[in-house]
């Protein structure tokens, strides 16, 4: 790891710390709002792992702006270098691989996509992870491994080395696109007897670990869904919650990256529409043992019958020992965690914590 690249990103981890205090100390609505957008276009602007940060933080708002503000600051890489990365990458001139490269991109915290044509005839999209991003990451992920000995981290005694693990153990499964290959070919085969899904077709022969070849499959985004009639909601909400439902019941390996842009409708008929699903970086892989405590779980709850929560949620893989002095509450917390699937009617998730 180059000391440059370290002290590069810590020179960023520090400007977002000015801009969190900011956000902070923001003693009115316009200042809350302007500290707010300067931080999540601070994220965008350093890539990596504060650039995913960023997304989750605009993933649950009603704010467009702010999800703007995130994709403005996500600045593309110069064409001119995107095809000097493609080539060197295949070892050959990019324009015997594609027939065609539209300079127009889409941006995301690793990498940036771009459309084009396979030299017989197939539309695909093409991603492009940005140079050194690896190395970028790295750093960030040395910086956290510091933080237990500084600052407010020290004090409280906070573990950080369990965290930052998981973190790199995710990213360095991101960072290498045959990784993510794998995975979506994996729920291209899975996903079948959904028939309103579509993962697209991934081109094993033009992917590198740095570039993803897969078919072209476009329709609108959650943006434009929102504004729809209600049953159409419905229907598109109906297709979201069966895909996971599948997936993590029959199969335990499930798309972890929620973002907004990773999930795209098309519209056949009135109420009639397939759910497009992109970017299998980040799953979750889900035991035998997990998938079948959560299902015993929510049939014992809907049925009243009576279960140790403290059992069910060691089986989950929480510790026993720290739960001991939660007993007594641990029945409520499981009828309120698990209410979703105790109501037959529509439940509404956005409500206030008091």
Not at 12 to 19: E, H, Q, S, T
């Amino acid at each position: 790891m180059r000391f440059g690249a370290i002290f590069k990103r810590g020179g960023n981890l520090l400007k977002l710390g000015f801009a969190a205090r900011k956000l902070s100390n923001s003693t009115t609505e316009n200042q809350r709002d302007w500290a707010q957008h300067y931080l999540v276009e601070i994220l965008g602007q350093s890539r990596g792992l504060p650039a995913k940060i960023g997304q989750f933080m605009s993933m649950d708002t009603a704010d467009q702006a702010l999800r703007e503000t995130l994709n403005n600051s996500l600045e593309p890489l110069p064409f001119d270098e995107v095809l000097e990365l493609i080539s060197k990458a295949y070892g050959k001139p990019w324009d015997t691989v594609f027939k065609r490269l539209d300079k127009s991109c889409k941006t995301a915290s690793l990498g940036q996509v771009h459309f084009g044509k396979l030299m017989d005839g197939t539309e695909v999209a093409v991603k492009l992870q940005y140079p050194e991003i690896a190395t970028a990451v790295e750093a960030e992920m040395n910086i956290m491994g510091w933080l237990p000995k500084l600052g407010p981290v020290a004090k409280w005694g906070f573990k950080m080395d369990g965290y930052r693990d998981v973190f790199w153990h995710n990213f360095s499964d991101e960072l290498d696109y045959r990784v993510e290959a794998g995975h979506q070919e994996y729920y291209r085969q899975k996903i079948p007897p959904l028939e309103r899904i579509v993962v697209p077709e991934v081109f094993s022969d033009f992917t590198q670990p740095t570039i993803l070849v897969q078919k072209k499959e476009e329709g609108f985004g959650l943006d434009k869904a929102e504004t729809m009639m209600p049953e159409q909601k419905k229907a598109m909400g109906r297709l979201l919650l069966q895909h996971y439902i599948h997936m993590l019941f029959r199969h335990g390996f499930v798309h972890a990256d929620p973002q907004p842009e990773n999930f795209a409708f098309r519209q056949y008929k009135k109420d009639y529409f397939v759910l497009i699903i992109y970017d299998y970086g980040s799953v979750l892989k889900v035991s035998d043992e997990v998938r079948l405590t959560l299902l015993r779980i929510i049939l014992a709850l809907r049925d009243r019958e009576n279960l140790d929560p403290l059992t069910c949620l060691a089986a989950l893989g929480f510790d026993p020992e720290k739960l001991k002095d939660l007993r007594p509450t641990l029945p409520a917390l499981m009828s309120i965690l698990f209410k979703p699937f105790l109501v037959n009617n529509r439940f509404i998730m956005d409500f206030p914590l008091r």
